[in-house]
């Protein structure tokens, strides 16, 4: 029987997470059916020493939840149209996180909430105690990291810009 990933695994920095949440299953339960698929690509964003990440310019009342402790859900809006999930990661009052970034079958995190019909509704949610949306181990997973710079912050400094913090999962399981 699939594992639920619990609370202690993401209280960890976000540079550590990222390349062990890769081929862990993303799942969501919906009233009609339930999605289960590998995930396959994050990005990092590092708190407010990083340019690229919200709470660069602080605690907003958008950011709030990025503040609290590991393993809750940051998603956000873009463009009036496309919802970002992002998971907490790290202690409480060191805010980080990791924009799920693709699945399985879908590339483009705009396109993976909508498939999921993940909105604003879930801003806060624990992935550890959620019935609607958690993240479960893959034990049969395996396969390669690559690096890339993050997509989409042309408003950060270019050292932010060019750090290699988004990680592709080349693998299968």
């Given at each position: 029987m699939p594992e639920k990933i619990l609370k202690d695994f993401y209280q960890k920095d976000a540079l550590d997470i990222a390349?062990?949440?890769?081929g862990h299953h993303l799942v969501r339960v919906t009233e009609r059916e339930t999605f289960r698929y590998p995930i396959t690509e994050v990005?990092?964003?590092?708190g407010e020493d990083?340019?690229?990440?919200?709470?660069?310019r602080g605690k907003t009342k958008r950011t709030e939840v990025m503040y609290r402790e590991g393993g809750l859900v940051y998603v956000y809006l873009v463009y009036g149209?496309?919802?970002?999930?992002n998971v907490v990661t790290g202690k409480k009052e060191h805010p980080q996180?990791?924009?799920?970034?693709?699945?399985?079958?879908?590339?483009?995190?705009?396109?993976?909430?909508?498939?999921?019909?993940?909105?604003?509704?879930?801003?806060?949610?624990?992935?550890?105690v959620s019935d609607s949306l958690w993240i479960e181990?893959?034990?049969?997973?395996n396969g390669e990291i690559e690096?890339?710079?993050?997509?989409?912050i042309d408003y950060a400094q270019k050292e932010d810009r060019d750090r290699l913090w988004r990680l592709k999962w080349v693998g299968s399981g």
């Open positions: 390349p062990e949440i890769l990005e990092i964003y590092r990083d340019t690229g990440c919200h709470v660069s149209m496309h919802w970002m999930l996180a990791l924009l799920i970034r693709g699945i399985s079958g879908f590339d483009g995190p705009g396109k993976l909430t909508k498939h999921l019909q993940i909105d604003g509704s879930f801003y806060g949610e624990d992935l550890s181990k893959n034990p049969d997973k690096k890339y710079p993050r997509i989409g």
